[in-house]
């Protein structure tokens, strides 16, 4: 199993960025997905989550109304959409799954998935 995050870059404050997350190896219509990213000298933080059929998505209150997690399972593709970036973005994004199948999921920690991408870096400059 394998997921591949990329899209990241160095944008202005007020840009846009897709990043986007391949998965490899698990069926993407059994797993919940999410994005948390980390910032540097700072915790992993939760950053937004989709469920499996893409009916329900959740968003950390810093990036609401900026933000839309997609996912387009034929493809085997998830995205983040963000838009009007500010430089308190700047961090490493990771994109993470999860069997929906299995029980206990705290959709909001990072503990609660089996799997993980390795990251891409988005710097927003002032």
């Known amino acids: 199993v394998q997921l591949q995050a990329s899209g990241g870059g160095l944008v202005q404050a007020g840009a846009s960025l897709r990043l986007s997350c391949a998965g490899f190896g698990v069926p993407f219509i059994n797993s919940n997905m999410a994005w948390f990213r980390q910032a540097p000298g700072k915790e992993r933080e939760f950053v937004a989550r989709?469920?499996?059929?893409?009916?329900?998505?959740d968003y950390a209150d810093s990036v609401k109304g900026r933000f839309t997690i997609s996912r387009d399972n034929d493809k085997n593709v998830m995205s983040l959409h963000m838009n009007n970036l500010k430089p308190e973005d700047t961090a490493v994004y990771y994109c993470?799954?999860?069997?929906?199948?299995?029980?206990?999921?705290?959709?909001?920690?990072?503990?609660?998935?089996?799997?993980w991408g390795r990251g891409t870096l988005v710097t927003v400059s002032s």
């Open positions: 993470a799954s999860r069997n929906r199948f299995r029980v206990g999921e705290r959709p909001f920690e990072g503990g609660t998935y089996d799997y």
């Open positions: 989709i469920t499996w059929s893409g009916s329900r998505t």
